[in-house]
C-alpha cells in the first residue's frame, strides 16, 4: 500500500469575495473606450489595478470613486451658479440705481480724454 501524503497549502489573506470590473466593463460603465478609461487611471483620477497586461477595476473602489467625482463636480458647478448668481445680483443693484434726471438704467461716466503730446527734438 501506498503511503498517502496530505499537503497543506497556506491560506491567502485575501477576501475571496472581492468583485472586479474588467477594463472593458469599466469602460461600458464610463461610457468611453478602453483607452480613455486606461487615461484615467494611469493619471490617478480611478482606482484601478494592473496585473500584467491587463487593467482590474475592485467594484466597490471604483463606486466610491465616481461617487467623490460626481460630488466633487457637483460642489463645483454649485459654486460656479453662486458666483454667478452674485455678480448678477451686483449687476441687478447697479442697473436698478437711476439718476435724479429720470432716465433708466445703468449711467455710463466717461472719463475724460487725456490730451496726446506729442514733442519733437530737433
Known sequence: MADL????????????????????????ILNCNSKKAVECVESGDLPGLKIGRSW???KVAFAQRLNELALEQSYTRKRLR???STSKNAISVLQKRTPRSG????????????????????
Open 56 to 58: 482590474i477595476f475592485p
Open 5 to 28: 501524503f496530505i499537503i497543506q497549502t497556506p491560506k491567502l489573506k485575501c477576501a475571496p469575495n472581492i468583485e472586479v470590473y474588467s477594463l472593458l466593463e469599466a469602460a461600458n
Open 82 to 84: 453662486n458666483s454667478d
Open 103 to 122: 432716465k433708466s438704467g445703468p449711467t455710463a461716466r466717461v472719463p475724460p480724454a487725456i490730451p496726446l503730446v506729442i514733442e519733437s527734438f530737433g
